[in-house]
Protein backbone atom coordinates (compact mmCIF):
# COMPACT_ATOMS: atom_id res chain seq x y z
CA UNK A 1 0.00 0.00 0.00
CA UNK A 2 2.68 2.48 1.23
CA UNK A 3 5.17 0.77 -1.24
CA UNK A 4 2.81 1.70 -4.19
CA UNK A 5 2.17 5.32 -3.08
CA UNK A 6 5.86 6.22 -2.33
CA UNK A 7 6.32 4.73 -6.12
CA UNK A 8 3.30 6.50 -7.49
CA UNK A 9 4.83 9.62 -5.75
CA UNK A 10 8.41 9.38 -7.21
CA UNK A 11 6.70 8.57 -10.84
CA UNK A 12 4.20 11.85 -9.68
CA UNK A 13 7.51 13.61 -9.71
CA UNK A 14 9.61 12.77 -12.37
CA UNK A 15 6.26 13.42 -14.62
CA UNK A 16 6.28 16.93 -13.26
CA UNK A 17 9.36 17.41 -13.84
CA UNK A 18 9.37 16.72 -17.45
CA UNK A 19 6.10 18.53 -17.30
CA UNK A 20 7.77 21.94 -16.35
CA UNK A 21 10.42 21.29 -18.80
CA UNK A 22 8.02 21.61 -21.89
CA UNK A 23 5.48 23.94 -19.79
CA UNK A 24 8.44 26.63 -19.08
CA UNK A 25 8.70 26.80 -22.90
CA UNK A 26 5.25 27.49 -23.50
CA UNK A 27 5.19 30.03 -20.24
CA UNK A 28 7.90 31.95 -21.70
CA UNK A 29 6.59 32.61 -25.13
CA UNK A 30 3.51 33.42 -23.67
CA UNK A 31 4.92 36.21 -21.17
CA UNK A 32 6.97 37.93 -23.82
CA UNK A 33 4.71 37.85 -26.44
CA UNK A 34 1.77 36.73 -25.52
CA UNK A 35 1.15 34.32 -27.92
CA UNK A 36 -0.12 30.90 -27.28
CA UNK A 37 1.78 28.63 -29.67
CA UNK A 38 0.23 25.67 -30.76
CA UNK A 39 3.22 24.33 -32.67
CA UNK A 40 5.35 23.17 -29.58
CA UNK A 41 4.15 19.87 -29.73
CA UNK A 42 5.16 19.42 -33.20
CA UNK A 43 8.67 20.44 -31.89
CA UNK A 44 8.32 18.00 -29.83
CA UNK A 45 7.72 15.72 -31.83
CA UNK A 46 10.33 16.19 -34.16
CA UNK A 47 13.08 16.33 -32.16
CA UNK A 48 12.26 13.01 -30.42
CA UNK A 49 12.71 12.26 -34.74
CA UNK A 50 15.80 14.06 -34.82
CA UNK A 51 16.92 12.01 -32.00
CA UNK A 52 16.05 8.98 -33.76
CA UNK A 53 17.66 9.71 -36.71
CA UNK A 54 20.48 9.87 -34.89
CA UNK A 55 20.96 7.45 -32.67
CA UNK A 56 18.81 4.57 -34.06
CA UNK A 57 20.26 5.50 -38.05
CA UNK A 58 23.91 7.55 -37.73
CA UNK A 59 24.53 4.90 -34.04
CA UNK A 60 25.54 8.07 -32.46
CA UNK A 61 25.35 8.74 -28.54
CA UNK A 62 23.04 10.20 -26.42
CA UNK A 63 25.62 13.16 -25.40
CA UNK A 64 26.38 14.23 -29.30
CA UNK A 65 22.38 13.64 -30.32
CA UNK A 66 21.77 16.18 -27.80
CA UNK A 67 24.50 18.63 -28.86
CA UNK A 68 23.42 18.14 -32.47
CA UNK A 69 19.65 18.41 -32.03
CA UNK A 70 19.78 21.36 -29.40
CA UNK A 71 20.81 24.02 -31.43
CA UNK A 72 19.08 22.54 -34.96
CA UNK A 73 15.83 22.85 -33.28
CA UNK A 74 16.79 26.19 -31.83
CA UNK A 75 17.44 27.57 -35.53
CA UNK A 76 14.22 25.72 -36.56
CA UNK A 77 12.09 27.51 -33.97
CA UNK A 78 13.69 31.37 -34.62
CA UNK A 79 12.86 30.31 -38.77
CA UNK A 80 9.23 29.31 -37.52
CA UNK A 81 9.29 32.84 -35.58
CA UNK A 82 10.19 34.83 -38.39
CA UNK A 83 8.27 32.98 -41.39
CA UNK A 84 4.95 32.42 -39.85
CA UNK A 85 4.40 34.57 -36.56
CA UNK A 86 6.32 37.94 -37.01
CA UNK A 87 4.39 38.84 -40.00
CA UNK A 88 1.09 38.46 -38.58
CA UNK A 89 2.45 40.33 -35.27
CA UNK A 90 1.62 43.86 -35.06
CA UNK A 91 -1.50 43.71 -37.03
CA UNK A 92 -4.81 44.03 -35.60
CA UNK A 93 -6.34 40.37 -34.66
CA UNK A 94 -3.03 39.35 -33.57
CA UNK A 95 -4.11 37.22 -30.85
CA UNK A 96 -6.45 35.07 -33.03
CA UNK A 97 -4.78 34.86 -36.13
CA UNK A 98 -1.60 33.66 -34.13
CA UNK A 99 -3.60 30.77 -32.56
CA UNK A 100 -4.60 29.83 -36.51
CA UNK A 101 -1.33 30.10 -38.14
CA UNK A 102 0.73 28.09 -35.39
CA UNK A 103 -2.22 25.77 -35.51
CA UNK A 104 -1.77 25.36 -39.15
CA UNK A 105 1.37 24.96 -38.77
CA UNK A 106 1.72 22.28 -36.34
CA UNK A 107 -1.04 20.33 -38.25
CA UNK A 108 1.18 20.57 -41.72
CA UNK A 109 4.58 19.97 -39.63
CA UNK A 110 3.20 16.60 -38.27
CA UNK A 111 1.90 15.63 -41.52
CA UNK A 112 5.34 16.18 -43.08
CA UNK A 113 6.96 14.02 -40.14
CA UNK A 114 4.76 11.45 -41.36
CA UNK A 115 5.85 11.54 -44.60
CA UNK A 116 9.47 11.98 -44.26
CA UNK A 117 9.51 9.20 -41.23
CA UNK A 118 6.52 7.01 -41.95
CA UNK A 119 3.51 6.71 -39.50
CA UNK A 120 4.82 3.73 -38.11
CA UNK A 121 5.81 3.82 -34.28
CA UNK A 122 9.58 4.20 -33.47
CA UNK A 123 11.35 3.56 -30.32
CA UNK A 124 14.51 5.14 -28.52
CA UNK A 125 16.74 2.98 -26.11
CA UNK A 126 17.13 4.06 -22.84
CA UNK A 127 19.85 6.39 -22.27
CA UNK A 128 21.32 4.10 -19.69
CA UNK A 129 20.04 0.56 -19.05
CA UNK A 130 19.38 -0.62 -16.10
CA UNK A 131 17.56 -0.19 -12.43
CA UNK A 132 18.61 1.21 -8.75
CA UNK A 133 17.91 -0.59 -6.10
CA UNK A 134 17.40 1.78 -2.86
CA UNK A 135 16.14 -0.61 -0.43
CA UNK A 136 13.18 -2.11 -1.64
CA UNK A 137 12.18 0.45 -3.94
CA UNK A 138 13.28 -0.30 -7.87
CA UNK A 139 13.58 2.44 -10.53
CA UNK A 140 15.36 2.44 -13.79
CA UNK A 141 18.09 4.44 -14.34
CA UNK A 142 16.20 6.54 -17.19
CA UNK A 143 13.97 7.62 -14.83
CA UNK A 144 16.78 8.70 -12.60
CA UNK A 145 18.21 11.17 -15.51
CA UNK A 146 14.93 12.35 -16.11
CA UNK A 147 14.16 13.88 -13.06
CA UNK A 148 17.65 15.51 -13.09
CA UNK A 149 17.97 16.43 -16.56
CA UNK A 150 14.61 17.89 -15.48
CA UNK A 151 15.80 19.72 -12.51
CA UNK A 152 18.97 20.86 -13.80
CA UNK A 153 17.11 22.46 -17.24
CA UNK A 154 14.71 23.92 -14.55
CA UNK A 155 17.22 25.33 -12.51
CA UNK A 156 19.23 26.77 -15.56
CA UNK A 157 16.49 28.33 -17.22
CA UNK A 158 16.10 30.26 -13.86
CA UNK A 159 19.37 31.61 -13.30
CA UNK A 160 19.30 32.33 -16.99
CA UNK A 161 16.34 34.99 -16.48
CA UNK A 162 17.63 36.13 -13.79
CA UNK A 163 21.49 36.51 -14.76
CA UNK A 164 22.14 37.23 -18.24
CA UNK A 165 21.30 40.24 -20.14
CA UNK A 166 19.38 38.86 -22.31
CA UNK A 167 17.32 36.75 -19.74
CA UNK A 168 16.53 40.25 -17.96
CA UNK A 169 15.81 41.38 -20.94
CA UNK A 170 13.10 38.75 -21.30
CA UNK A 171 11.63 39.45 -18.06
CA UNK A 172 11.66 43.49 -18.96
CA UNK A 173 9.41 42.59 -21.91
CA UNK A 174 7.13 40.36 -20.22
CA UNK A 175 6.29 42.83 -17.69
CA UNK A 176 6.25 46.06 -20.06
CA UNK A 177 6.80 46.09 -23.81
CA UNK A 178 6.32 49.24 -24.46
CA UNK A 179 8.79 50.31 -21.75
CA UNK A 180 11.41 47.62 -22.66
CA UNK A 181 11.33 49.66 -26.20
CA UNK A 182 12.33 52.73 -24.83
CA UNK A 183 14.84 51.65 -23.18
CA UNK A 184 16.19 49.90 -26.09
CA UNK A 185 15.76 46.59 -25.91
CA UNK A 186 15.50 45.14 -29.90
CA UNK A 187 12.00 43.52 -28.83
CA UNK A 188 11.58 41.27 -32.21
CA UNK A 189 14.87 39.80 -31.98
CA UNK A 190 14.14 39.30 -28.68
CA UNK A 191 10.98 37.23 -29.51
CA UNK A 192 12.46 35.12 -31.68
CA UNK A 193 15.28 34.43 -29.60
CA UNK A 194 12.86 33.52 -26.90
CA UNK A 195 11.11 31.48 -29.38
CA UNK A 196 14.27 29.26 -30.21
CA UNK A 197 14.88 28.95 -26.28
CA UNK A 198 11.17 27.38 -25.77
CA UNK A 199 11.81 25.07 -28.52
CA UNK A 200 14.87 24.03 -27.53
CA UNK A 201 13.41 22.99 -24.26
CA UNK A 202 10.66 21.04 -26.02
CA UNK A 203 13.39 19.30 -27.45
CA UNK A 204 14.81 18.16 -24.30
CA UNK A 205 11.50 17.25 -23.26
CA UNK A 206 10.93 15.64 -26.19
CA UNK A 207 14.43 13.56 -26.62
CA UNK A 208 13.54 12.46 -22.95
CA UNK A 209 10.23 11.41 -23.33
CA UNK A 210 10.94 9.48 -26.16
CA UNK A 211 12.22 6.21 -24.83
CA UNK A 212 9.89 5.60 -21.85
CA UNK A 213 6.66 6.44 -24.96
CA UNK A 214 6.53 5.79 -28.32
CA UNK A 215 7.43 8.42 -30.85
CA UNK A 216 4.57 8.64 -33.43
CA UNK A 217 3.95 11.74 -35.70
CA UNK A 218 0.91 13.05 -33.47
CA UNK A 219 2.59 12.34 -30.29
CA UNK A 220 3.14 16.13 -29.75
CA UNK A 221 -0.27 16.98 -29.35
CA UNK A 222 -1.21 14.91 -25.66
CA UNK A 223 2.02 17.05 -24.37
CA UNK A 224 1.01 20.22 -25.78
CA UNK A 225 -2.26 20.36 -24.13
CA UNK A 226 -1.13 18.88 -21.09
CA UNK A 227 1.52 21.93 -21.20
CA UNK A 228 -1.48 24.51 -21.80
CA UNK A 229 -3.31 23.31 -18.82
CA UNK A 230 0.11 23.58 -16.68
CA UNK A 231 0.48 27.02 -17.54
CA UNK A 232 -3.09 28.27 -17.35
CA UNK A 233 -2.99 26.10 -14.25
CA UNK A 234 0.03 28.05 -12.66
CA UNK A 235 -1.37 31.52 -14.52
CA UNK A 236 -0.46 33.04 -17.74
CA UNK A 237 3.57 33.77 -17.93
CA UNK A 238 4.39 33.29 -14.60
CA UNK A 239 6.90 31.42 -14.08
CA UNK A 240 6.61 29.73 -10.74
CA UNK A 241 3.24 28.96 -10.56
CA UNK A 242 4.15 26.93 -13.99
CA UNK A 243 6.60 25.13 -12.19
CA UNK A 244 3.88 24.61 -9.20
CA UNK A 245 1.64 23.24 -11.44
CA UNK A 246 3.75 21.11 -13.47
CA UNK A 247 4.42 18.97 -9.94
CA UNK A 248 1.02 18.77 -8.57
CA UNK A 249 -0.65 17.66 -11.87
CA UNK A 250 2.41 15.17 -12.37
CA UNK A 251 1.53 13.90 -8.66
CA UNK A 252 -2.32 13.82 -9.70
CA UNK A 253 -1.67 11.98 -12.77
CA UNK A 254 0.72 9.17 -10.87
CA UNK A 255 -2.15 9.00 -8.10
CA UNK A 256 -5.06 8.93 -10.57
CA UNK A 257 -3.53 6.29 -12.84
CA UNK A 258 -2.50 4.35 -9.40
CA UNK A 259 -6.42 4.46 -8.23
CA UNK A 260 -8.19 4.93 -10.57
CA UNK A 261 -6.85 4.11 -14.12
CA UNK A 262 -4.54 5.48 -16.95
CA UNK A 263 -7.87 6.46 -18.82
CA UNK A 264 -8.96 9.06 -16.33
CA UNK A 265 -6.15 11.14 -16.36
CA UNK A 266 -7.05 13.93 -18.70
CA UNK A 267 -10.91 14.16 -17.61
CA UNK A 268 -9.44 14.99 -13.82
CA UNK A 269 -7.03 17.40 -15.13
CA UNK A 270 -9.68 18.81 -17.10
CA UNK A 271 -11.93 18.90 -13.54
CA UNK A 272 -9.38 20.17 -11.89
CA UNK A 273 -8.46 22.92 -14.18
CA UNK A 274 -11.97 23.76 -14.34
CA UNK A 275 -12.15 23.89 -10.48
CA UNK A 276 -9.25 25.93 -10.57
CA UNK A 277 -10.47 28.82 -12.97
CA UNK A 278 -13.68 28.58 -11.19
CA UNK A 279 -11.73 30.26 -7.59
CA UNK A 280 -9.00 31.80 -9.06
CA UNK A 281 -9.82 32.88 -12.38
CA UNK A 282 -6.05 33.77 -13.54
CA UNK A 283 -4.27 30.75 -12.24
CA UNK A 284 -3.03 29.75 -9.40
CA UNK A 285 -0.34 32.72 -9.53
CA UNK A 286 -1.51 34.56 -12.27
CA UNK A 287 -1.10 38.25 -12.65
CA UNK A 288 -1.61 39.08 -15.67
CA UNK A 289 -5.83 40.51 -16.51
CA UNK B 1 -31.50 56.38 -60.92
CA UNK B 2 -30.51 52.72 -60.80
CA UNK B 3 -27.80 53.34 -58.91
CA UNK B 4 -30.25 51.92 -55.31
CA UNK B 5 -30.05 49.00 -57.30
CA UNK B 6 -27.17 48.89 -58.06
CA UNK B 7 -26.33 49.23 -54.33
CA UNK B 8 -28.55 45.90 -53.71
CA UNK B 9 -26.64 43.72 -56.37
CA UNK B 10 -25.31 41.74 -53.51
CA UNK B 11 -28.94 40.18 -52.95
CA UNK B 12 -29.43 39.50 -56.51
CA UNK B 13 -26.54 37.78 -56.26
CA UNK B 14 -27.46 35.90 -53.70
CA UNK B 15 -30.63 34.78 -54.45
CA UNK B 16 -29.41 34.14 -58.27
CA UNK B 17 -26.87 31.83 -55.63
CA UNK B 18 -29.43 30.16 -54.09
CA UNK B 19 -32.07 29.87 -56.96
CA UNK B 20 -29.05 27.83 -58.29
CA UNK B 21 -28.91 25.29 -55.17
CA UNK B 22 -32.75 24.81 -55.28
CA UNK B 23 -32.87 23.83 -59.26
CA UNK B 24 -29.36 22.29 -59.12
CA UNK B 25 -30.42 18.70 -58.71
CA UNK B 26 -32.79 19.20 -61.47
CA UNK B 27 -30.10 19.35 -64.05
CA UNK B 28 -26.64 17.76 -61.91
CA UNK B 29 -27.46 13.96 -60.52
CA UNK B 30 -24.05 13.38 -60.09
CA UNK B 31 -24.10 11.49 -56.94
CA UNK B 32 -20.35 12.82 -55.70
CA UNK B 33 -21.16 16.46 -56.44
CA UNK B 34 -24.47 16.49 -54.75
CA UNK B 35 -22.53 14.90 -52.05
CA UNK B 36 -19.84 17.72 -51.83
CA UNK B 37 -22.86 19.86 -51.75
CA UNK B 38 -24.32 18.28 -48.87
CA UNK B 39 -21.34 18.44 -46.45
CA UNK B 40 -20.65 21.85 -48.12
CA UNK B 41 -24.48 23.10 -46.47
CA UNK B 42 -23.48 21.50 -43.58
CA UNK B 43 -19.80 22.96 -42.53
CA UNK B 44 -21.44 26.25 -43.94
CA UNK B 45 -23.77 26.59 -40.46
CA UNK B 46 -21.11 25.37 -38.77
CA UNK B 47 -18.60 27.20 -39.52
CA UNK B 48 -20.86 30.25 -39.50
CA UNK B 49 -21.81 29.43 -36.18
CA UNK B 50 -18.38 29.23 -34.77
CA UNK B 51 -18.12 32.46 -36.80
CA UNK B 52 -20.65 34.01 -34.56
CA UNK B 53 -19.26 32.64 -31.31
CA UNK B 54 -15.69 33.65 -32.45
CA UNK B 55 -15.82 36.36 -34.76
CA UNK B 56 -18.45 38.60 -33.76
CA UNK B 57 -18.87 37.59 -30.11
CA UNK B 58 -14.84 37.78 -29.90
CA UNK B 59 -14.52 34.59 -27.59
CA UNK B 60 -12.07 32.14 -28.62
CA UNK B 61 -14.48 28.76 -28.50
CA UNK B 62 -11.93 26.30 -29.86
CA UNK B 63 -15.01 23.29 -28.65
CA UNK B 64 -17.15 23.74 -31.64
CA UNK B 65 -16.82 20.23 -33.10
CA UNK B 66 -17.14 19.08 -29.40
CA UNK B 67 -20.89 20.73 -29.84
CA UNK B 68 -21.11 18.57 -33.11
CA UNK B 69 -20.09 15.61 -31.90
CA UNK B 70 -22.17 15.93 -29.17
CA UNK B 71 -25.26 17.03 -31.42
CA UNK B 72 -24.52 14.09 -33.77
CA UNK B 73 -24.11 11.13 -31.21
CA UNK B 74 -27.39 12.53 -28.77
CA UNK B 75 -29.47 12.42 -31.50
CA UNK B 76 -28.27 8.90 -33.02
CA UNK B 77 -27.95 7.01 -29.94
CA UNK B 78 -31.66 8.49 -29.24
CA UNK B 79 -32.93 6.86 -32.76
CA UNK B 80 -30.91 3.89 -32.38
CA UNK B 81 -31.25 2.94 -28.43
CA UNK B 82 -34.94 4.41 -27.80
CA UNK B 83 -36.22 4.06 -31.85
CA UNK B 84 -37.31 7.68 -31.36
CA UNK B 85 -37.80 9.48 -34.91
CA UNK B 86 -34.70 11.02 -36.40
CA UNK B 87 -36.12 14.51 -36.81
CA UNK B 88 -37.28 14.65 -32.67
CA UNK B 89 -33.46 13.23 -32.74
CA UNK B 90 -31.90 15.91 -34.73
CA UNK B 91 -34.15 18.65 -32.70
CA UNK B 92 -32.85 16.93 -29.52
CA UNK B 93 -29.00 16.83 -30.89
CA UNK B 94 -29.42 20.34 -30.93
CA UNK B 95 -31.27 21.07 -27.46
CA UNK B 96 -28.46 18.26 -25.92
CA UNK B 97 -25.36 19.99 -27.26
CA UNK B 98 -26.99 23.44 -26.38
CA UNK B 99 -27.08 22.32 -22.70
CA UNK B 100 -23.36 20.67 -23.11
CA UNK B 101 -22.64 24.57 -24.45
CA UNK B 102 -24.16 25.91 -21.68
CA UNK B 103 -22.12 24.07 -18.76
CA UNK B 104 -18.78 24.71 -20.99
CA UNK B 105 -19.93 28.33 -20.52
CA UNK B 106 -20.21 28.02 -17.08
CA UNK B 107 -16.67 28.01 -15.96
CA UNK B 108 -16.16 30.02 -19.13
CA UNK B 109 -17.77 33.40 -17.82
CA UNK B 110 -15.23 34.86 -15.92
CA UNK B 111 -12.48 33.95 -17.93
CA UNK B 112 -11.08 35.80 -20.88
CA UNK B 113 -9.27 35.56 -23.72
CA UNK B 114 -6.68 32.66 -23.77
CA UNK B 115 -7.95 30.73 -20.97
CA UNK B 116 -11.36 30.25 -22.29
CA UNK B 117 -9.74 29.02 -25.36
CA UNK B 118 -8.07 26.52 -23.64
CA UNK B 119 -10.68 25.42 -21.12
CA UNK B 120 -12.79 25.08 -24.04
CA UNK B 121 -9.59 22.87 -26.43
CA UNK B 122 -9.44 20.91 -22.75
CA UNK B 123 -13.30 20.28 -22.89
CA UNK B 124 -13.68 19.31 -26.02
CA UNK B 125 -10.73 16.85 -25.53
CA UNK B 126 -12.49 15.13 -22.82
CA UNK B 127 -15.05 14.25 -25.05
CA UNK B 128 -13.65 10.87 -26.41
CA UNK B 129 -13.57 9.84 -22.62
CA UNK B 130 -17.07 10.45 -22.01
CA UNK B 131 -17.95 8.75 -25.42
CA UNK B 132 -16.12 5.28 -24.42
CA UNK B 133 -17.59 6.05 -20.82
CA UNK B 134 -21.10 5.59 -22.25
CA UNK B 135 -20.37 2.60 -24.06
CA UNK B 136 -23.08 0.92 -21.38
CA UNK B 137 -25.93 3.67 -22.93
CA UNK B 138 -24.75 2.43 -26.90
CA UNK B 139 -22.53 5.39 -27.65
CA UNK B 140 -20.31 2.82 -29.80
CA UNK B 141 -16.96 3.48 -27.91
CA UNK B 142 -13.91 3.48 -29.34
CA UNK B 143 -15.31 1.61 -32.50
CA UNK B 144 -17.89 4.25 -33.28
CA UNK B 145 -21.52 4.09 -33.95
CA UNK B 146 -22.45 2.54 -37.58
CA UNK B 147 -25.91 1.98 -39.35
CA UNK B 148 -27.32 5.07 -37.46
CA UNK B 149 -31.25 5.26 -38.91
CA UNK B 150 -31.44 6.97 -42.18
CA UNK B 151 -33.84 10.00 -42.36
CA UNK B 152 -37.53 9.31 -43.93
CA UNK B 153 -40.58 11.56 -44.69
CA UNK B 154 -43.98 10.50 -44.24
CA UNK B 155 -43.24 7.10 -44.98
CA UNK B 156 -41.01 8.13 -47.54
CA UNK B 157 -37.13 6.40 -47.14
CA UNK B 158 -34.13 8.30 -47.82
CA UNK B 159 -31.84 5.60 -47.93
CA UNK B 160 -29.12 6.10 -49.58
CA UNK B 161 -30.56 8.40 -51.97
CA UNK B 162 -28.66 12.10 -52.35
CA UNK B 163 -31.62 14.45 -53.70
CA UNK B 164 -33.53 14.01 -50.87
CA UNK B 165 -30.91 15.07 -48.29
CA UNK B 166 -30.07 17.39 -50.55
CA UNK B 167 -33.32 19.66 -49.99
CA UNK B 168 -33.23 18.79 -46.71
CA UNK B 169 -29.98 19.74 -46.19
CA UNK B 170 -30.34 22.53 -47.65
CA UNK B 171 -33.62 23.24 -45.68
CA UNK B 172 -31.89 22.99 -42.84
CA UNK B 173 -28.71 24.79 -43.14
CA UNK B 174 -30.91 27.75 -44.55
CA UNK B 175 -33.27 28.07 -41.27
CA UNK B 176 -29.87 27.78 -39.34
CA UNK B 177 -28.20 30.58 -41.19
CA UNK B 178 -31.20 32.63 -41.39
CA UNK B 179 -31.20 32.51 -37.79
CA UNK B 180 -27.52 33.34 -37.19
CA UNK B 181 -28.02 35.94 -39.67
CA UNK B 182 -31.12 37.58 -37.32
CA UNK B 183 -29.12 37.10 -34.54
CA UNK B 184 -26.30 39.07 -35.89
CA UNK B 185 -28.95 42.12 -36.76
CA UNK B 186 -30.43 42.23 -33.74
CA UNK B 187 -30.12 43.95 -30.49
CA UNK B 188 -28.30 40.56 -29.08
CA UNK B 189 -26.04 40.72 -32.01
CA UNK B 190 -25.28 44.29 -31.41
CA UNK B 191 -24.20 43.10 -27.71
CA UNK B 192 -22.21 40.84 -29.00
CA UNK B 193 -20.45 42.88 -30.93
CA UNK B 194 -19.97 45.32 -28.05
CA UNK B 195 -18.45 43.09 -25.78
CA UNK B 196 -16.19 42.68 -28.52
CA UNK B 197 -15.04 45.34 -29.06
CA UNK B 198 -14.87 47.25 -25.36
CA UNK B 199 -16.06 44.87 -22.92
CA UNK B 200 -16.68 47.38 -20.31
CA UNK B 201 -17.78 49.82 -22.30
CA UNK B 202 -21.36 47.63 -22.92
CA UNK B 203 -20.99 47.06 -18.89
CA UNK B 204 -21.15 50.54 -18.15
CA UNK B 205 -24.57 50.96 -20.33
CA UNK B 206 -25.90 48.14 -18.56
CA UNK B 207 -25.22 45.15 -20.32
CA UNK B 208 -25.18 41.87 -18.23
CA UNK B 209 -22.00 40.21 -19.90
CA UNK B 210 -22.64 36.63 -18.14
CA UNK B 211 -25.98 36.50 -19.91
CA UNK B 212 -24.85 37.59 -23.19
CA UNK B 213 -22.23 34.71 -22.82
CA UNK B 214 -24.26 32.18 -22.35
CA UNK B 215 -26.73 33.31 -25.23
CA UNK B 216 -24.11 33.00 -27.41
CA UNK B 217 -22.80 29.81 -26.33
CA UNK B 218 -26.41 28.62 -26.20
CA UNK B 219 -26.99 29.26 -30.01
CA UNK B 220 -23.74 28.44 -31.36
CA UNK B 221 -23.80 25.06 -29.86
CA UNK B 222 -27.64 24.81 -30.71
CA UNK B 223 -26.40 24.72 -34.45
CA UNK B 224 -23.94 23.13 -34.48
CA UNK B 225 -25.00 20.41 -32.55
CA UNK B 226 -28.44 20.34 -34.93
CA UNK B 227 -26.04 19.95 -38.02
CA UNK B 228 -23.96 17.20 -36.13
CA UNK B 229 -27.14 15.61 -35.91
CA UNK B 230 -28.07 15.86 -39.80
CA UNK B 231 -24.58 14.66 -40.54
CA UNK B 232 -25.15 11.50 -38.25
CA UNK B 233 -28.52 10.57 -39.93
CA UNK B 234 -26.62 11.45 -43.59
CA UNK B 235 -23.20 9.64 -43.73
CA UNK B 236 -24.59 7.02 -40.70
CA UNK B 237 -21.24 6.27 -39.06
CA UNK B 238 -19.77 8.53 -36.03
CA UNK B 239 -16.69 8.05 -34.10
CA UNK B 240 -14.56 9.26 -32.10
CA UNK B 241 -12.30 10.38 -34.31
CA UNK B 242 -14.09 12.82 -35.72
CA UNK B 243 -12.48 15.16 -32.20
CA UNK B 244 -9.47 14.84 -33.85
CA UNK B 245 -7.27 17.70 -35.89
CA UNK B 246 -8.49 17.16 -39.08
CA UNK B 247 -11.82 18.40 -39.20
CA UNK B 248 -11.09 21.21 -36.30
CA UNK B 249 -8.51 22.86 -38.47
CA UNK B 250 -10.56 22.13 -41.24
CA UNK B 251 -13.44 24.30 -39.73
CA UNK B 252 -11.66 26.59 -38.41
CA UNK B 253 -9.87 27.77 -41.82
CA UNK B 254 -13.46 28.22 -43.19
CA UNK B 255 -13.65 31.20 -40.44
CA UNK B 256 -10.44 32.51 -41.21
CA UNK B 257 -10.57 31.74 -45.04
CA UNK B 258 -13.65 33.47 -45.14
CA UNK B 259 -13.55 36.03 -43.14
CA UNK B 260 -13.97 36.75 -39.53
CA UNK B 261 -16.70 38.61 -38.33
CA UNK B 262 -18.46 39.29 -41.20
CA UNK B 263 -21.65 37.28 -42.46
CA UNK B 264 -21.81 35.65 -45.05
CA UNK B 265 -17.31 35.03 -44.41
CA UNK B 266 -17.91 31.80 -43.01
CA UNK B 267 -20.36 30.34 -45.49
CA UNK B 268 -18.46 31.39 -48.63
CA UNK B 269 -15.16 30.04 -46.64
CA UNK B 270 -17.24 26.52 -46.00
CA UNK B 271 -17.66 26.14 -49.55
CA UNK B 272 -14.17 26.95 -50.61
CA UNK B 273 -12.79 24.86 -48.09
CA UNK B 274 -14.90 21.92 -48.56
CA UNK B 275 -14.60 21.91 -52.29
CA UNK B 276 -10.35 22.68 -52.28
CA UNK B 277 -10.41 19.73 -49.61
CA UNK B 278 -12.19 17.23 -51.85
CA UNK B 279 -9.77 18.67 -54.36
CA UNK B 280 -7.06 18.00 -52.72
CA UNK B 281 -7.71 14.06 -51.78
CA UNK B 282 -5.95 13.16 -54.56
CA UNK B 283 -2.63 14.39 -52.93
CA UNK B 284 -3.00 11.72 -49.95
CA UNK B 285 -0.96 12.61 -47.27
CA UNK B 286 -0.01 15.57 -48.27
CA UNK B 287 -3.67 17.14 -48.55
CA UNK B 288 -3.41 17.83 -45.19
CA UNK B 289 0.26 20.06 -46.00
CA UNK B 290 -1.03 21.22 -48.34
CA UNK B 291 -3.75 23.04 -46.50
CA UNK B 292 -2.38 23.91 -43.36
CA UNK B 293 0.27 25.84 -45.72
CA UNK B 294 -2.71 27.51 -47.19
CA UNK B 295 -3.80 28.30 -44.11
CA UNK B 296 -0.87 29.93 -43.31
CA UNK B 297 -0.36 31.93 -46.23
CA UNK B 298 -4.30 33.19 -46.17
CA UNK B 299 -3.99 34.34 -42.63
CA UNK B 300 -0.15 36.42 -43.96
CA UNK B 301 -1.03 37.54 -47.09
CA UNK B 302 -4.64 38.07 -46.86
CA UNK B 303 -6.06 38.72 -43.23
CA UNK B 304 -9.38 39.91 -43.93
CA UNK B 305 -10.06 36.83 -46.14
CA UNK B 306 -12.50 36.34 -49.14
CA UNK B 307 -15.01 39.00 -47.90
CA UNK B 308 -12.09 41.58 -47.78
CA UNK B 309 -12.06 40.73 -51.51
CA UNK B 310 -15.49 41.48 -52.32
CA UNK B 311 -15.34 44.87 -50.00
CA UNK B 312 -13.04 45.78 -52.56
CA UNK B 313 -15.24 44.86 -55.36
CA UNK B 314 -18.10 46.45 -53.43
CA UNK B 315 -15.54 49.97 -53.31
CA UNK B 316 -14.65 49.34 -56.99
CA UNK B 317 -18.28 49.05 -58.16
CA UNK B 318 -19.83 51.33 -55.90
CA UNK B 319 -16.79 53.81 -56.03
CA UNK B 320 -16.88 55.07 -52.31
CA UNK B 321 -15.79 54.10 -49.33
CA UNK B 322 -17.50 51.53 -47.43
Known amino acids: MTYQLIEAIISGITLGSIYAVIAMGLCLVYGVSKIFNFAHGTMFTWSAYLAWLCINQFRLNYLITFIIVLPVMYCFGIALERIVIRPLRWKSDWQFTTIVATLATAIMLDNLCQIIFNPRTKMLPPILNGTVKFQSYVMSKHEIIIFFVGIITIIFVKLYLSKTKTGMAIRAVSQDVVGAQIIGIKVDQLFSRTFGISVVLAAIAGILMAPKFYITPLGGWGPLIKGFIIVAFGGLGSLSGTLYAAFILGLVEAMVSLYIGPLWVFPFWTLLFILILAIRPKGLLGSWG | ?322
Not at chain 2, 16 to 39: G, K
Not at chain 2, 58 to 75: E, K, R, T, W
Not at chain 2, 136 to 147: A, D, I
Open chain 2, 1 to 322: MNYKILKEYKIFISLIFILILLVFPVFVQDEYFLHLLILCFIWAAVAEAWNLIMGYSGIFSLGQIAFFVFGGYSSAMLAKELGWSPWLGILSGGISASVFGLIMAGPCLRLKGVYIALLTLAAADSVPYLILWAERFGSGGSGGLSSIPTLSFFHYEYGVQKIPYYYTGLVISGICLYIIYRVIHSKIGLGFIGFRDSPEFAKSLGLNDYKYKLIVFGISAFITGIMGAFYAHYVTVLSPKLLGLDLFLTVIMMVEFGGTGRFPGALLGAFIITLLSEFLRGFGLYRLVILGATVVASIIYMPKGVIGYIDFLDKLILGKKK
